[in-house]
């Protein structure tokens, strides 16, 4: 099947709305306990991206999956790591689009000069626990009932990968926009939304 990797956009906000939607309102993967429609889509893609990637897997059946990052706290001595978050359409599940999103996104994340990116699981989820170990992710500890959703309380995991070497004077992380001004840049991220 044919899969392109590519970043979002606003015509992608209905599509990413749909697959967000069954972790609100169906488990407790999402703590939001209103799913978003487009338009909020639509708002949250662009506000990601004046800073950091939000990338879509599409197929001939549409957008199936989609990955992106996000500060990992406010505080200035953070600013090189980065959340990230992936969500995959339930018809697309175990074909491994999660994993060549956040590959595609950890690279982007590198030139953009962050080093560590982080991730919060709601307990119990095996398959996304999998898939964050496999990628390189190592278990930080768990927040424990956390989150009330459904009637109960949930505890999350959090996970942390670095994804570049940690420097004395590291330079100042790169806005997504600015970094696809330079055209080396722009054909390093064209290179790696193509790659195999």
Not at 61 to 84: F, I, L, P, Q
Not at 122 to 137: D, Q, R, V, W, Y
Request: hydrophobic share 40%.
């Amino acid at each position: 099947m044919t899969r392109i990797f590519r970043f979002a956009n606003d015509d992608d906000a209905a599509a990413i709305a749909s697959i967000y939607a069954p972790s609100v309102t169906g488990r407790a993967t999402s703590f939001e306990l209103t799913a978003p429609d487009g338009a909020e889509m639509r708002r949250r893609v662009r506000a990601v991206m004046q800073q950091y990637p939000w990338l879509v897997c599409e197929t001939p059946d549409g957008v199936v999956g989609y990955a992106y990052a996000t500060a990992h706290r406010d505080r200035a001595a953070y600013r090189w790591s980065a959340d990230a978050s992936t969500y995959i359409s339930e018809k697309a599940h175990r074909q491994g689009i999660a994993r060549e999103l956040y590959r595609r996104l950890f690279e982007i994340l590198v030139l953009q000069g962050f080093r560590n990116v982080y991730a919060a699981i709601t307990l119990p989820n095996t398959a996304s626990l999998e898939l964050h170990k496999s990628m390189g992710f190592r278990e930080v500890g768990i927040y424990h009932d956390v989150g009330y959703k459904f009637g109960k309380w949930h505890d999350t995991i959090w996970l942390e990968r670095s994804i570049a070497e940690h420097v004395a004077e590291p330079p100042e992380p790169i806005p997504l926009p600015v970094l696809l001004e330079n055209e080396w840049a722009r054909q390093n991220v064209d290179d790696i939304l193509r790659s195999d």
